[in-house]
Nanobody, 123 residues
């Protein structure tokens, strides 16, 4: 599986941004999908995850109520709608696949990763 993340950019605090992650191959619907982010000098952290069918989601406390993860299995794409962005959301955002039975917040459970897309939120 190859993942291509896009949609990052520079946005003012309080603004929205939508990230997309397009996957190659016919097995997209067999994976849970996750979004992680990594800010300079910090470890990669979990942001959100969504189950294979999209019926279950999981969010980090820091983004709950502001970010929404969704997927379109017909388009092999997972999205991250980010609203009310804050300067502390500035990071490189990565999408990843997870074959586990349950949603995971642990980066080690994900084994295919996209290249990342930069999100910068100005104050």
């Amino acid at each position: 599986v190859q993942l291509q993340a896009s949609g990052g950019g520079l946005v003012q605090a309080g603004g929205p941004l939508r990230l997309s992650c397009a996957a190659s191959g016919r097995t997209f619907s067999t994976y849970n999908m996750g979004w992680f982010r990594q800010a300079p000098g910090k470890e990669r952290e979990f942001v959100a995850a969504i189950s294979r069918s999209g019926d279950r989601t999981l969010y980090a406390d820091s983004v709950k109520g502001r970010f929404t993860i969704s997927r379109d299995n017909a388009k092999n794409t997972v999205y991250l709608q980010m609203n009310s962005l804050k300067p502390e959301d500035t990071a490189v955002y990565y999408c990843a696949t997870d074959g586990s039975l349950s949603l995971s917040v642990v980066a080690g459970a994900y084994y295919f990763w996209g290249q990342g897309t930069q999100v910068t939120v100005s104050s």
